[in-house]
């Protein structure tokens, strides 16, 4: 019987962070299979560990609910730590979709912290019809933006339409067309939409509508924060070495913490956080 993990990423309380299905040994499974598990866990993503992780260097494939997904960060953060627990505290590689993540893993007095490098970032502005669309779905006006933080698409693996708005009550009232939202996210290649509120240069709130892969919000989303990371580096709005600090699930009532550094002269950004159990790992099985 398949063993089936369940994991809160981004907190060290199991009611907070984002729920991750991780399956440590799935090297037997079909895409199939990794497909059914992931809509029996109904998380927003799923992480299937295939290769010999005693080695320290694996494949990682993550699955929605409704779909596979390239590269998924609050799974490969649960992940990490749940191979901590079991393999020892210290470094994986885990080969994704997009390329190779390397991943650090640490005790400290919180927990075990992970850490992944993300792959190589990139960011491009919103043209003004996929403004248009992108506003009308999230029923938001070009009044709602803030005006230092110019809407772009953020890659860090997967695509990530970055919207700041200008307040935080207008990131608090969120109330999206659902089936509109993924239908456009459909049409563009988007994974999430990053809404965020800045609310000073290193703390930033953060919401992700994320109806394409069958949830309506993510309560944490590591990818969308490596996104953002290289977003802010591209913008200029990062000129030393710097780890920001994102606070997002809170309007859920799943209070996360994600810290994403950035470094001017590195396309790549490091995401870390910390992960805990919210089971038994016996609890689950397909």
Same mark, same amino acid.
């Given at each position: 019987m398949t063993e089936i993990l369940r994991y809160a990423a981004f907190t060290t309380d199991p009611s907070g962070g984002n729920p991750a299905g991780v399956v440590l040994d799935a090297s037997e499974l079909s895409e199939?299979?990794? &497909? $059914?598990?992931a809509t029996e866990v109904g998380y927003s993503e799923t992480a299937f560990v295939t290769g010999e992780p005693e080695f320290r260097t694996f494949t990682l494939r993550y699955f929605s609910p409704e779909a596979e997904v390239p590269f998924c960060g609050h799974a490969t953060i649960a992940t990490a730590v749940a191979l901590a627990e079991r393999r020892g505290a210290g470094h994986f590689t885990a080969r994704i979709r997009p390329g190779t993540l390397e991943l650090t893993t640490e005790q400290t007095a919180q927990g075990i912290e992970a850490g992944m490098e993300s792959v190589p970032t990139s960011t491009r502005p919103v043209d003004e019809e996929e403004l248009t669309r992108l506003l009308g779905t999230l029923r938001w006006s070009r009044e709602?933006?803030?005006?230092?933080?110019?809407?772009?698409?953020a890659y860090a693996g997967n695509h990530h339409p970055v919207v700041a708005a200008a307040t935080r009550e207008?990131?608090?009232?969120?109330?999206y067309d659902v089936d509109g939202l993924k239908g456009l996210?459909? *049409? &563009?290649?988007?994974?999430?939409? &990053?809404?965020?509120?800045?609310?000073d240069p290193t703390t930033f709130h953060a $919401?992700?509508?994320?109806?394409?892969?069958?949830?309506v919000e993510d309560p944490a989303t590591g990818a969308a924060a490596a996104a953002l990371g290289g977003y802010l580096r591209e913008l200029g *709005?990062?000129?030393?070495?710097?780890?920001i600090a994102i606070h997002q699930g809170a309007d859920m009532g799943r209070p996360s913490l994600i810290h994403v550094r950035v470094d001017p002269g590195n396309p790549r =950004?490091? =995401?870390s956080g910390t992960a805990v159990p919210i089971e038994a790992e016996g609890d689950g099985g397909a």
């Open positions: 199939e299979e990794m &497909q $059914r598990i709602d933006l803030d005006p230092t933080l110019p809407p772009h698409v207008r990131l608090a009232d969120l109330d996210m459909l *049409e &563009q290649d988007w994974t999430t939409v &990053q809404l965020v509120w800045r609310e $919401r992700d509508p994320f109806p394409v892969g069958g949830v *709005e990062v000129l030393d070495e710097t780890t =950004v490091r =995401v």
